[in-house]
């Protein structure tokens, strides 16, 4: 018996050689597949966006409805004169002088959809400053809690304009200083 004398298998050993490439139906699947969790993630990033947006929003308008409120209860519970006739008109709020002897009246009012806050000196009616203490207002109130008691006590409402529900915040305020 002969022994071969290459090193090579024998052709019936040898397996049948193949390309290796991907079919057309491989290909197909795998895109689909791509195509699907794509739009998966993109759907998953759109509505983390608009959730951010929104929270952002309500977070914002939650903000500028407190920080108006404390500007609002500094300037009333100090006061010496109060004086509400509707949001338009706007809350006249006199404070006792100061170390100057000047005293000044805060008028808080709404006008084109934002609260306003204008002061002024009492006596010369001098305009200091008119600026907006927030935007995008739906409603501004005050209310007299307690009429022909002493102390006085008034409620204030703002409702601020917000995605997709409006802010509301509702403070009462005690006024020490008002004259009898």
Request: with cysteine; hydrophobic share 40%.
């Amino acid at each position: 018996m002969k022994l071969p004398t290459s090193s090579s298998p024998p052709d019936s050993c040898r397996a049948p050689r193949r390309r290796r490439a991907y079919t057309l139906a491989e290909l197909m699947v795998c895109l689909s597949i791509f195509a699907f969790s794509s739009t998966a993630v993109s759907s998953l990033m759109f509505a983390t966006y608009n959730t951010n947006r929104h929270v952002k929003g309500m977070a914002d308008a939650t903000d500028a409805a407190e920080i108006t409120l404390r500007r609002i209860i500094e300037v009333t519970r100090s006061a010496v004169d109060v004086t509400y006739t509707d949001a338009a008109t706007g809350l006249f709020v006199q404070t006792p002088p100061d170390s100057s002897n000047l005293s000044y009246i805060f008028i808080y009012y709404t006008l084109n959809g934002q609260l306003r806050e204008k002061i002024e000196t009492a006596g010369s009616l001098t305009l200091i400053q008119d600026n907006v203490v927030v935007d995008s207002i739906n409603s501004f109130s005050v209310t007299r809690q307690n009429p022909g008691v002493f102390p006085e006590s008034y409620q204030v409402n703002v409702v601020l304009n917000a995605t997709p529900v409006a802010i509301s915040r509702s403070v009462t305020i005690t006024c020490r200083n008002l004259l009898q």
